[in-house]
């Protein structure tokens, strides 16, 4: 009470009273666009004063002049100019209120809104009277200091003005993707971009600014708008677990939204999924996700919707990473401590990305804290890791680094066996990233990753490969309604296998993969109703596709060395996202693509109507350096639209065309170590997807409850098929082997999600199917005689369900349960003798299916104790994956042995496999 | 250059627990289509062409096609006409022998009035194999994931004239094994009497299966270098007195090794995790009148190059072999007592000596006394 009195008495002072002005607080300094803090911490170092104020009052004031032996009284005239501030200089202390009193002007139409158009002097005082009650009574907390933006003498007719600025975490910085601003009564409403980020124009004013995200603390900023201006909000993370959320997409984003298909999970949501071996991964959570195969539980990759593999782009921190995982697909290559958030796009894509037709999974990297230095890290029975953050510059650049490696190296050397004692199976990935605030309108953000992974068996071949990416961005706003990011990213991949077992024919193989990407990405906030992406980027693509060396000097392996493939990939793209009205709006996107197949190359030409084959080679053309060999280009368009069916329902409808010019070559039915990506060229054409999907989207108990139900259907056009027999493996003529496909897929996603309350988690259904046309024009070639077969990933049935269970605030028990139809495979019609051997023959392909597949992961989560003081936070992860130990069947095969045909089915992980996994914070 | 896939399977096998279980198919849309098995040799051994149809894959034995008409012409215009000895085997007459360097072409005709040709092939000179030789090692073996000791065979071969490339080999194994006891006389209906026929060296045979082929194509220089022919592990009686490989060689063209190569990836290379899809594979004899009709099989031609080796107990490092008498017993009886044993499934080994002076019989078990269960007692007239 003694406060509030105090602050009244302030708030009147400073109106009021005439103030004392002591000789002797003269005051130097050169400023720059500093912020009002620093500005505080600078004068209180020089002259005898300390201020007091609140942050909120000067969040938006920055100190930009030059004072030479100035009275600090003038100085802070002069700041104070054209802001809602005043001061009352004590002589001691400098105490700044947040001054609506002083106020002898209001904005124009401040109160339009309330319909009252005659402003007497008498309505003026009452309610400036009024407010100033109200105001005090509540002035303590951030949430009810007025804040002033802008300045009325910039004020014009122009009724609405905007708000942009950065929404972070207040504990160390990292921006917030997704938080929603906004007001009420109108609606208007805005969610963060990618770099929390928002812009949002509404009418000048007194408002209540509202955020909203999860895992925060819902907060408020009041504001009197004036003109544009930035206000930065910090917000609390929601330290009450119990009100943790599994999955999430924003409070009810899934109904307002207009984007179909995107799944979001965040990190927090992540580390709840039962793990694999200790593992938190991000693919393997993915596939838990409606509409997202995989071939089997070893299985390299996964399957969007019906896209084989290589159709999905997997973006880590910008960069695209062509292997994303470790030893042969079992762990996924990044390190769950230094990722922010997944996005899964598998329905409308908006049309800043491209480069490939079936999916986009955006892996996005975390920000270093930039408060304090801490850490976090943790054990597993397969890796360690440790990820390091902190301030390189308090508030203004922060830095993170991550490293993960498994020891299984040191643990195969434990093991009796002597095969794996002679074995080697190691990975490791570090991620790196720095984030520097220049000033209020530029940061610059640079990163860096790198995985390998090495691995032999019995001292036998050894494989490895590398994942290596580098991005660096610039950030720069130009004002309010429009920024722009320049980026430049470089991202590799290379595999090499070598085997010195004989000296002959010891060899050394190696592939690599190489592509610089430069963009710039423009985002624009002309009215709250549009926004507006748009930009340019291009990717140069070098690829060495094989590269066969002798090992050794008595190898006599003939040394080889296919030709390099170069190409360049560039679009521009346009996207406006727009509210009709509050209850309809459109996504319209616009990308054109066009890749160029360059030079040096020699490239065979073949006589016209026949195979693609060594003997219809009628001619071969020669191509120098960066020589345009081919073109392809054409455009994608990106379209989807939102329709409210009352408060708590919408309808959405999406069409997307996409075009992908990297392809990956696989003939087997999950990835193998030798898969390479190729470019297209002459002779193999940009794969194009086009989908068109249709939601049902609707929320009950306040948005507590959320479901869904998406269909699609997806057409492919020239999917790359191969002949029967075709080597992919150092094939200088890979077109010889290719034979065009098509893919055609539909479904039907069921997903009912419960995101808040001490049990919570979803579960969905889905009825999918992925079906693949190969058909050759000449006789021979054709696949299942030219027909539709099912995709190896058509799995028709699929049911996940993940809970959580919240005991207390320590202790949490998490379940997941998978069921699918088994996978189809190639199965044998007859037998036959010959060569001394029993032998099957094979026939139409993906006829026959694997037993179905069910598996049950449970978890125990353990919490330490959650002293925020604490030094270390720690917990405990028990995991049990595959708790029923149900022999989930890979594969069913055959193989002749002896003379006989013996048929075999595999079971990967036969066995409920426990773990044990220690994490830290600190 | 051969990439191993199947370790990294072993290795979750080892690490995983990961399992593999018998599966019984069961058959599904069975095909019944004509299977020819014929390789034309320059040799003084009959040229033999098989035919045969496929069965469901839940049967077994062979279904012999009976009755065709098989010939056999060249580029010089001549034809020969094969003849049906057994069923479904049919043989060239001891005149016709094949040439090097002829270009052949193989003729069918079925009783239901089929006709099949195959490709023009060229008989190929093979070079001869340098050597073949075994190493002392220990491998994981299909039976066992530990280390089990055994000798691996390898091959050496190579043609000075930089021109074969691709080959393939066939290997026939002989060893030679003994019973536990050495019987000398046997038991006929109440007289001991001296055995006629010795059951107590005997030898088995066996042929590969598999298919075994290799190409220097990648090299420089038209080598292969120490091929891995068989391993014999210690888990067989084969290294326990004497064993013999036989192991022949033939040149192969590019079409027909990848007719071989494609039937070891189909048929014996499926099971490791990045599997390839399963497909028909294509040989070079089909059905003129219906070009879709698939044919089983590949028509090869090729002169054959042999070598053989002999290994003794007592050339490589000692180790123990499977004892394949561990249950035998013995037991020393008089005669009266050798009537009601050998009901009991005992047989006579022999008169013992003994101080005492009635004569006594030692008597054990057949499986420990007659090799002929077993393999042949016929010496192979290759046998040193």
């Keep these: 009470m003694i406060t509030r009195l105090f602050l009244i008495a302030n708030i009147f002072l400073s109106s009021l009273i005439v103030v004392a002005q002591p000789e002797d607080l003269i005051i130097s300094g050169d400023y720059d666009q500093i912020s009002f803090r620093d500005f505080v911490l600078d004068v209180e170092q020089k002259i005898p004063v300390r201020f007091m104020y609140h942050q909120q009052m000067v969040d938006s004031i920055f100190v930009t002049g030059s004072f030479e032996k100035t009275d600090i009284n003038e100085v802070l005239d002069v700041i104070f100019k054209n802001t809602n501030c005043s001061y009352l200089n004590t002589g001691y202390d400098i105490i700044i209120t947040d001054n609506i009193s002083i106020q002898t002007e209001l904005p124009p139409n401040f109160f339009a809104r309330s319909g009252s158009n005659v402003i007497s002097s008498e309505n003026l005082i009452f309610d400036f009277e009024k407010q100033i009650e109200e105001e005090t009574n509540r002035i303590n907390t951030k949430e009810n200091t007025v804040i002033k933006i802008g300045s009325a003498s910039e004020s014009s007719d122009i009724e609405k003005a905007s708000i942009a600025g950065y929404i972070k975490n207040a504990k160390d910085g990292e921006p917030i993707i997704g938080a929603l601003v906004y007001i009420e009564n109108p609606q208007i409403g805005v969610a963060t971009d990618q770099f929390g980020y928002y812009s949002i124009a509404i009418p000048k004013g007194k408002w209540e600014l509202k955020l909203k995200s999860m895992g925060f603390k819902d907060t408020r900023r009041q504001i009197i708008l004036q003109s544009d201006g930035k206000l930065d909000i910090e917000m609390e993370e929601d330290i009450i677990p119990l009100k943790e959320v599994v999955i999430e997409s924003e409070s009810d984003i899934n109904i307002s939204g207009v984007q179909l298909g995107l799944n979001k999970l965040d990190i927090q949501a992540l580390k709840k999924v039962p793990p694999i071996l200790g593992e938190v991964d991000v693919l393997r959570i993915a596939l838990t996700l409606p509409g997202v195969q995989s071939v089997g539980e070893a299985a390299n990759g996964f399957h969007v919707r019906g896209g084989s593999a290589d159709q999905n782009l997997v973006l880590f921190y910008e960069a695209p990473i062509y292997n994303p995982t470790h030893f042969f697909g079992f762990f996924s290559s990044f390190n769950p401590d230094v990722i922010k958030s997944v996005d899964l796009y598998k329905g409308s894509i908006p049309a800043h990305y491209g480069g490939r037709i079936s999916s986009v999974l955006d892996v996005q990297a975390k920000e270093g804290n930039n408060k304090k230095f801490s850490g976090s890290g943790g054990i597993s029975p397969v890796t360690a890791r440790l990820t390091l953050e902190g301030p390189i510059l308090e508030d203004k650049a922060s830095f993170i680094a991550g490293f993960r490696s498994t020891y299984s190296d040191w643990i195969l050397k434990q093991l009796p066996n002597a095969d794996l004692k002679n074995s080697s199976a190691s990975f490791y990935d570090i991620f790196g990233k720095v984030s520097f605030d220049l000033n209020e309108n530029n940061s610059i953000y640079a990163g860096g990753y790198f995985s390998k992974d090495g691995f032999s068996f019995n001292s036998d071949t050894l ?460 | 250059m051969n990439v191993n896939r199947n370790n990294i399977l072993f290795f979750l096998l080892l690490i995983f627990n990961s399992c593999i279980f018998d599966f019984d198919p069961p058959s599904k849309d069975y095909e019944n289509l004509m299977v020819v098995e014929a390789l034309l040799h320059n040799g003084e051994e009959a040229f033999v062409v098989k035919l045969s149809r496929s069965i469901p894959i839940d049967t077994a034995g062979l279904i012999p096609e009976t009755g065709a008409l098989v010939s056999i012409s060249d580029n010089t215009g001549d034809m020969h006409n094969l003849t049906e000895y057994s069923p479904g085997k049919y043989y060239s007459s001891p005149d016709f022998r094949g040439h090097s360097g002829r270009m052949y072409q193989l003729h069918i005709q079925t009783t239901q009035g089929r006709r099949y040709e195959s490709d023009t092939v060229l008989l190929r000179e093979t070079p001869p194999i340098d050597s073949v030789y075994f190493k002392y090692e220990e491998r994981v073996t299909a039976e066992s994931l530990d280390k089990i000791p055994g000798l691996q065979f390898y091959l050496t071969t190579h043609d000075p004239q930089n021109s074969t490339w691709y080959y393939r080999w066939e290997f026939e194994e002989t060893w030679e094994f003994k019973s536990l006891y050495n019987s000398l006389q046997i038991w006929n209906d109440g007289l001991i009497e001296d055995r006629v026929e010795q059951v107590y060296r005997c030898w088995k045979r066996n042929s590969s299966t598999n298919v075994l082929v290799s190409s220097s194509k990648n090299l420089a220089k038209d080598i292969i270098s120490e091929f891995p022919v068989l391993y014999v592990s210690n888990s067989t009686d084969r290294l326990g007195v004497k064993y013999s490989i036989l192991v022949k060689q033939y040149a192969l063209n590019e079409i027909s090794y990848n007719y071989w190569k494609e039937q070891e990836n189909i048929n014996e290379n499926l099971g490791t995790l990045f599997d390839p899809q399963p497909y028909v594979i294509k040989g070079n004899i089909y059905n003129p009148e219906d070009v879709n009709e698939i044919v089983l099989g590949f028509f090869d031609a090729s002169s054959i190059q042999e070598e053989r080796i002999f290994i003794k107990k007592g050339e490589y490092p000692f180790f123990k072999t499977i004892n394949n008498y561990a249950h035998c017993t013995d037991t020393i009886v008089s005669y009266n007592q050798i009537r009601s044993l050998l009901g009991e499934g005992y047989m006579l080994v022999g008169e013992v000596s003994a101080q005492t002076s009635s004569v006594r019989y030692l008597l054990s078990y057949e499986s420990c006394i007659d090799c002929t269960l077993y393999g042949t007692n016929i010496e192979p007239d290759f046998w040193e």
């Design chain 1, 463 to 922: 494989y490895g490969y590398t994942n290596t990416s580098a991005s660096i961005q610039w950030k720069h706003i130009y004002n309010n309604k429009i920024y722009s990011v320049l980026s430049g990213v470089y991202s590799g991949y290379s595999y090499n296998i070598s085997n010195d077992k004989n000296e002959v024919n010891a060899f050394n193989l190696d592939y690599s993969l190489d592509n610089f990407i430069a963009k710039m990405d423009f985002s624009y906030f002309p009215t709250n109703r549009h926004k507006v992406d748009f930009g340019m980027s291009s990717i140069l693509y070098g690829i060495q596709p094989g590269d066969l060396t002798p090992k050794g000097e008595e190898a006599l392996i003939r040394p080889e060395i296919l030709e390099e493939e170069q190409g360049i990939e560039s679009a521009v793209y346009i996207g406006d996202l727009f509210d009709i009205t509050p209850s309809f709006s459109l996504y319209f996107g616009f990308r054109y693509s066009i890749y160029n197949n360059l030079g040096p190359k020699t490239v065979r030409i073949y006589s016209e109507n026949a195979p693609l084959d060594d003997d219809n080679v009628v001619d071969i053309e020669e191509y120098g350096n960066f020589d345009n060999i081919q073109t392809y280009h054409g455009p994608e368009f990106r379209f989807s639209a939102r329709y409210d069916l009352g408060s708590n329902s919408s309808l959405k409808l999406g069409f997307n065309r996409m075009r992908q010019y990297i392809h990956m070559l696989s003939n087997t039915t999950s990835i193998s170590p030798t898969d390479i990506w190729i470019l297209s060229s002459k002779y193999i054409e940009p794969q194009i997807g086009d989908q068109i999907s249709l939601g049902y989207f609707k929320n009950f108990n306040n948005n507590a409850i959320e479901s869904s139900v998406e269909i699609y259907y997806k057409n492919i056009e020239n999917l790359l098929d191969f002949k029967n027999g075709a080597l992919l493996l150092m094939n200088e003529n890979i077109e010889t082997e290719i034979i065009k496909g098509e893919g055609r897929s539909y479904g039907a996603e069921f997903l009912v999600k419960k995101k808040t309350g001490k049990l919570n988690g979803w579960m969905s259904y889905t009825y999918s199917r992925a079906l693949i046309k190969a058909e050759s024009e000449f006789s021979g070639e054709s696949i299942n005689n030219g027909e539709y077969f099912p995709a190896s990933y058509d799995k028709p049935h699929n049911v996940n369900v993940l809970t959580n269970y919240k005991f207390s605030r320590r202790i949490s028990i998490s379940g997941y349960l998978a069921y699918s139809t088994g996978r189809p495979i190639t199965y044998p019609v007859a037998k036959y003798y010959y060569g001394n051997s029993a032998r099957l023959h094979y026939s139409d392909r993906n006829q026959f299916r694997i037993p179905d597949y069910f598996r049950l992961d449970l978890s125990i989560n353990l919490e330490g104790n959650h002293k925020i003081k604490k030094l270390n936070h720690s917990s405990w992860t028990f995991s049990v994956y595959n708790v029923t130990g149900r022999n989930n069947v890979y594969s069913i095969y055959f193989v002749s042995q002896g003379g006989k045909v013996n048929g075999y089915k595999l079971s990967v992980f036969a066995n409920p496999i426990p773990t044990i996994t220690y994490n830290f914070k600190f």
